[in-house]
C-alpha cells in the first residue's frame, strides 16, 4: 500500500471524530527489522541506556506475558538474540510494545523507546479503558468498540490500525519528561510533520501483543495531495477544543490552519 493510500484511508474526509479503522495484517513483517540503516537501534539502545525507568514499566506477574511475545517473535523469525527479560528483549528488536491480559485488559508490561506524548511508567496492571480516559470522548465513541475487539481477538489472527497527532519535529521519542516545543502561533509549516503511530494487534494464548511504530511525516511532503490536504484541514477545523489541548495543539491549531489554507491558495 502506498503512502498516499494509506493517509487517504486514515483521513477520508468529513469532520474530527474518533475512528475504529482496523485492517488485516502480517505481524511478521511489522515486527522484523525494517531499517536498515540501524539508526533506530541505535535511538533505541541510547534511550534505555539513558532512562530505561521511562520507557519500561511491568508487573510483578508478567513473565508469562513476556513468554508469549518471546515465542512468537520466534515463530514470526525476529531475531531476540538470548533475551529473556523486558530490556533485553526491548533491545533486540525495532519494535516498541504493549502486552495486556486479555481476561482482563489490563497493561501487564511495556517497552515504548518512542511514546507518543505519555509516560508508560505510569501505567502497569491499569485497565485500558482507564488508559483511554485520560483522552476527550475516546471512550464514549469506541471504547466499547475496543472492549470487544479485544476480548474476541483470535491468536493466529492480526490487524493494524493507526493513531496521528501533529508535532513540530520528526524527533522519535515524544516522552512527556523531554518536554519537546509544542505547536503555538510562532510554528512554520515547514516545522510540521504529521506522526502517524502504527498499532498491531495479535494474540497468543492469554496475551493480547500490541506492537507500535512511529512514521513521522513532513507536513509540507503532502501538499501536492489537494484531497488529503483539504480533509487534514478539516479535521482540524472541527476539532473539539478539549482534543485540541490532549494533542498539544490548542496554541497553534488556528494557526496551522491559516498557514495551510494560504499554501492551497498559493498553489
Known sequence: MSQATHLQQLFPGGDFAWAFRMRKADPAQFFRPQDKTDCLMQQRAGILDQHPERHLCHCHDHQSHLKGLRDALVE????????TDLESLARHIETDFVLL???TQSLKAAAVCFPSSWDPAEWPGAYIQDIHAVVPRLNVSIGAMITKFLTELKPGKAFQRANWSFTRSAKLNYHPALERPILDDSIRLEEIHLRIEHQLFTAIED???????????ALLDLAGEQRLWANLIQILDTMPDEVARYKSLHLGKDTLIRLMRAACESE
Open 76 to 83: 514470526w523469525q525476529v531475531d531476540t538474540g538470548d533475551a
Open 101 to 103: 491480559d486479555q481476561a
Open 207 to 217: 496475551t493480547v501483543i500490541m506492537g507500535i511504530r512511529i512514521e513521522p511525516i
